[in-house]
């Protein structure tokens, strides 16, 4: 069972050396979600630990860290409402091993604030609002506390599906390793938007040439390759995933490969998609068929070729994070209310069955801290 209160973490002589995994919800579902929860993940055994309640706040959903301090960012719904009822991003204290301690708060400038992403100097986070199809970015001061807006961008447009795409709707925002450029999937206008970025000001300059999905689509989250040669755009609508090109600024689509088995012609949307460290493999998340669909990468043409559709080990696999040493994937799944542990074999890419299973409130965001 979840505690439900924030109590100090226990740790015992097994988890000394484990890896928190900080976790973000949905304070609204079935899972009786009260905020943010961490868990401490050990690599040599794949066990996770019961997730204990970390920080108390409403719809912490997407969490990110700064760069060089040791913060965490949510973004989700402020303690006390903003007059014109946008979203926020909180801040909060990494400490040891006890409850996260609260910094402060900002407005997004935009409704539904979904994901987010701090740029490499720290001075900058980004946020995607999907239910108004707005992109922000919010200075930091010197102390990571967010501030004020820098930029707030609202786009016109709409998709083919009616029921998901009558308007714009940003689903991720992502800075490029140089940090001059952000990258927002908009699931709502079947592009990838590509805006110039100032790390001396926050502010995002005039849209650069997008990249196009096909139509009806609805482009969800990216990854880039290690090499950054190459970016991978998991398209949530026709269960596919985009692979394209990239140099400085610029996205060239390359051949598009489903997410499904061929047979398969139920209902299911995907979710999350990652790059494994070692460039050589990519996984994305099925919703409906609740599976991985791993993929082998072609590091020179970056072209994917399908090699499994792993079962993840629970419901709706909503989020999945690659451990840093790449020997595990974490998958929490959102209606079933758990996390699993699934092993990688880093020499062919495939995943092994489930090894372990934890209960967690409506989980949509696994985080790692490394240690500093």
Known sequence: MIRNFITPLILSAATLHAMPVYIGTNTGGSGASKGIYRADFNPETGKLSEPLLVAEYSNPGFLALHPKKPILYAVGQPKTAFPDGTGSVAAFNVVDDRPLEFIG???????????????????????????????????????????????????????????????????????????????????????????????????????????????????????????????????????TVLPASYHEGKLTALATVPTLPKDFTEK????????????????????????????????????????QHAPCGGKTPRHFKIDPSGKWLLCAHQNSNTISVLGIDTVTGLLAAPSHTVAAPNPICLLFVPAR
């Open 105 to 239: 708060e900002a407005s997004v400038g935009g409704k539904g604030a979904c994901h987010l992403a701090v740029d490499s100097t720290g001075a900058t986070v980004a946020i995607a609002n999907y239910n108004d199809g707005t992109i922000s970015t919010v200075k930091l001061d010197e102390n990571g506390k967010p501030g004020e807006i820098a930029t707030l961008i609202s786009n016109k447009g709409s998709g083919p599906d009616k029921s998901r795409q009558e308007g714009p709707h940003a689903h991720g925002v992502y800075f490029d390793r140089a940090n001059k450029h952000l990258f927002v999937p908009d699931l709502g206008l079947d592009q990838i938007l590509i805006y110039p970025f100032d790390a001396a000001t926050s502010k995002l300059g005039a849209a650069l040439p997008s990249l196009a999905t096909a139509p009806g689509a609805g482009p969800r989250h990216m990854a880039f390759a290690p090499d950054e040669k190459h970016a991978y755009v998991i398209n949530e609508l026709d269960s």
């Open 268 to 307: 299911s949307t995907t979710a999350e998609i990652e790059v494994h460290p070692n460039g050589k493999f990519v996984y994305a998340s099925n919703r409906g068929h609740d599976s991985i669909a791993v993929f082998q990468r072609n590091a020179d043409t970056g072209a994917l070729t399908l090699i």
